[in-house]
């Protein structure tokens, strides 16, 4: 069994350890089933925890091309599964994954 730890807490440790043993971007998915406010608050504990290594939706929108994982290295991709809400869209979203994800596959 595994006790509960709090949001903050997991993404303090995400941090300290994301690239100890590769430094290819990391994409983390994140399941997304809270009101508005608490979306806000997550939105709000990943840009002050990941600050310049988060890969924003801002930042992808100036690519002529998707970088490969290389050019990435030390990145974080945030994906969100949610309920269509987009408390989140600052941080990263799903067609921003999954459309890296198809080009590094090719």
Not at 41 to 69: C, D, G
Not at 74 to 82: E, T
Request: aromatic letters at 8%.
């Amino acid at each position: 069994m595994t006790k509960p730890i709090s949001f903050l807490k997991c993404v303090k440790a995400i941090k300290r350890h994301a690239f100890s043993n590769s430094p290819y971007p990391l994409v983390i998915t994140l399941e997304i089933h809270c009101n508005k406010k608490n979306k806000i608050e997550v939105a709000q504990i990943l840009n002050q925890e990941f600050k310049y290594m988060l890969i924003t939706r801002r930042e992808a929108e100036t690519w002529e091309q998707y970088p490969s994982p290389t050019q990435l290295c030390g990145k974080i991709l945030i994906r969100c599964k949610n309920d269509g809400d987009d408390a989140l869209l600052g941080v990263g979203d799903e067609r921003l994954s999954k459309q890296m994800r198809k080009t590094w596959e090719a």
